[in-house]
């Protein structure tokens, strides 16, 4: 005999839609992949498979700011904002203990690899203001923008259909490409 311990089915159905969901962290913890720190991280409504994994990454300073950004974006773990002796930076001390996550949100772009939806590594904040910033409806167009320029460069080309190389334009993603003189539409002739 013996007991098995299983999640309870609410029933209900997860929104994998490609493009940018607005997410509650519900569990984050902190790992080592062939040398490589990372942090992962879980979130509500969506299965505890379904995870996001951001990898340190140091700038030419030494600092490191990908996993720094997670909680910066997230409003969250932030102690203390010190001058960095300059009009236009701040330092911001933060306690980066995974706790201080949960129940944060974030911006995170969905996209479809093969048949699955995955969570891409590139976030954008959503508004909030504190001691340090405000991240306004500007700003979080701006992170997010960025995000879908990184994911189109690492990707390659948008793809004709959904589901085949991974790749996702967005409205906003459109806009910038046209207004920069790049077309977007899918009616171009076949150069062959």
Known sequence: MRTLTTRKNTGGTFDFATGWHTVEITHAKYGDWNGSKFLELSF????????????????????????????????????????????????????????????????????KEGEYTRAYSSIAPTLFKNAAEEMTQSDVDYWKGRAERRFADYNGAPSTNSTSNGTIVTDSAKRQLESAGISTSNDADIPF
């Open 44 to 111: 509500k409504d969506y299965p505890e498979t379904f995870t996001l994994r951001i990898y340190a990454k140091h700038g030419t300073d030494g600092e490191e700011f990908a996993i720094g950004n997670v909680f910066r974006f997230a409003n969250a773990g932030i102690e203390e904002v010190m001058d960095a002796g300059g009009e236009d930076n701040v330092v911001i001390k933060i306690d980066d203990s995974v706790e201080h996550l949960t129940g944060h949100h974030l911006n995170v772009l969905f996209y």
